[in-house]
């Protein structure tokens, strides 16, 4: 069943500020862990993943925490941009299909 | 760019008729997907399809659909008799190789419209 949900879906921030999005999953088996970026009208794009050895992982402008302890994955954007907004989702695997979270939705403010 | 082109873009069909999705990938790839988003809603796993079989399916993806890749290049979803609730954005993927393995690469999507 669907193990991957996300806990807000809707975030605000001001634009220049950092944003936090956060994503709860219940399946231990889960080894690879991604966060797609949908804007409207388009497929999910890929962001940036992360494998469950590790703990952290940087890209630009963008990382990746997972705390496997307490299941929990965040995503962190650093000086939010207008072009930042979107629905954010997580997703999972532990074999060769993806399960998506319900998304988050960022509205970055001028 | 997507590296997968859907078509249609947009298909708008009357309900019980049968509806093909296409899907054309660029690179060569083995692994392929077809997911469903309701409007508003999460993406949801229809279908895998891999070295022209299906490996895996959703209990969404019912005797009404079905897969093929025919050519070797396209890549089809087919609905049979269309439902109102099928009505979504489907988005065909394919799983890349190598530093992107178990990333999936989406195509901009098909938007189905059943009346």
């Known amino acids: 069943g669907e193990s991957v949900g996300l806990h807000l879906p809707t975030l605000s921030v001001q634009e220049g500020d950092n944003s936090i999005i956060n994503c709860a999953y219940s399946n231990s088996a889960s080894d690879y862990f991604i966060w797609y970026k949908q804007e409207s009208g388009k497929g999910p794009q890929f962001i940036i993943d992360i494998r469950s050895n590790m703990d952290k992982r940087q890209g630009q402008r963008v990382t990746v925490l997972l705390n496997k302890t307490v299941k929990h994955l965040s995503l962190q954007i650093a000086a939010t941009q207008p072009g930042d907004s979107a629905v954010y989702f997580c997703?999972?695997?532990?074999?060769?299909?993806?399960?998506f979270g319900a998304g988050t939705t960022v509205t970055v403010r001028a | 760019e997507p590296e997968v082109t859907q078509t249609p873009s947009h298909q708008v069909t009357q309900m019980g008729q049968e509806v093909i999705l296409r899907c054309v990938p660029i690179?060569?790839?083995?692994?392929f997907y077809w997911y469903r988003q309701i409007l508003g809603q999460k993406v949801e796993f229809l279908v895998s399809f891999y070295n022209n079989e299906i490996s895996e399916k959703s209990e969404i993806f019912d005797d009404q659909f079905s897969v093929e890749r025919p050519d070797g290049s396209n890549f089809t979803l087919k609905i049979r008799s269309t439902k109102l609730e099928d009505s979504a954005m489907y988005f065909c993927a394919y799983m890349g190789t190598g530093a992107g393995a178990n990333v999936l690469t989406f195509g901009a999507g098909s938007r189905l419209t059943v009346l």
């Open positions: 997703a999972e695997t532990d074999d060769y299909k993806l399960s």
């Open positions: 690179s060569n790839h083995l692994y």
